[in-house]
């Protein structure tokens, strides 16, 4: 079974256990929601909603509330959808010839220059960096500004960083990325690759799933 589009998680999945894709294909099995992913997504409902204008911030958010407001003035859009081609050229979210797809929890389009946000909940990890690059190559494929800038917002510890990409530098990302995920897309085994990760693995033998490990 080969992969053929990605999104950021399922490199992320990849690189840590190929064998997670494999058996997801076949997995009846309810996915289980832990409770920080479940308070990620909760996040993410709530700050969409503001930036809507469909709802308020509870007190806990008090502290980005200006900076929220700020963004809904400007008209930033939450929850975009955008996928590409392997030639980068944008494509339908359900386009079977895409080859990458992602959500942006938050985009702001200006002339020349655009700003993308990701919310985060837990802490800062370095791939954090890799994912900002994607996300602003991907972007600049469907919106050719001369400069990109991407935040990761981490909302509990209230810290922000970000990366600034020009137009200049896209070539070199593209190629970057296609290197990377070109190992992924080839792999027709998916084999497994026990970690300590296994335990909380819902395919693990732990968990009544079908890998050995
Ligand atoms: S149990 Fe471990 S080796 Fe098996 S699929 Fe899950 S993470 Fe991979």
């Excluded at 400069?147 to 600034?164: L, P």
Aim: with cysteine; glycine share 6%.
């Amino acid at each position: 079974m080969k992969l053929t589009n990605w999104s950021y998680s399922r490199y992320g999945t990849w690189k840590k256990c190929p064998a997670i894709l494999r058996f997801d294909q076949t997995s009846t099995k309810p996915r289980e929601v832990h409770p920080a992913a479940e308070r990620g997504t909760n996040v993410h409902k709530i700050v969409e909603d503001y930036l809507l204008a469909q709802g308020d911030l509870p007190d806990e958010f008090v502290y980005y509330r200006s900076f929220l407001d700020g963004l809904r003035e400007q008209g930033a859009i939450p929850e975009q959808q955008l996928a590409i081609d392997k030639n980068w050229n944008q494509v339908e979210w359900d386009d079977p010839n895409r080859w990458w797809r992602g959500i942006l929890d938050a985009s702001l389009l200006l002339p020349d220059f655009a700003v993308i946000y990701d919310w985060k909940t837990g802490g800062e990890y370095a791939d954090h960096r890799e994912q900002r690059e994607i996300y602003a190559a991907a972007y600049h494929a469907c919106h050719p500004v001369k400069t990109v800038q991407v935040f990761h917002v981490y909302f509990d510890k209230k810290q922000i960083t970000h990366g600034t990409f020009f137009d200049h530098e896209m070539k070199d990302l593209r190629g970057r990325w296609e290197g990377r995920i070109a190992p992924m897309l080839a792999d027709d085994q998916l084999v497994a690759n026990p970690g300590y990760y296994c335990r909380t693995c819902r395919h693990s033998r732990w968990n009544n799933g079908p890998c050995k490990f």
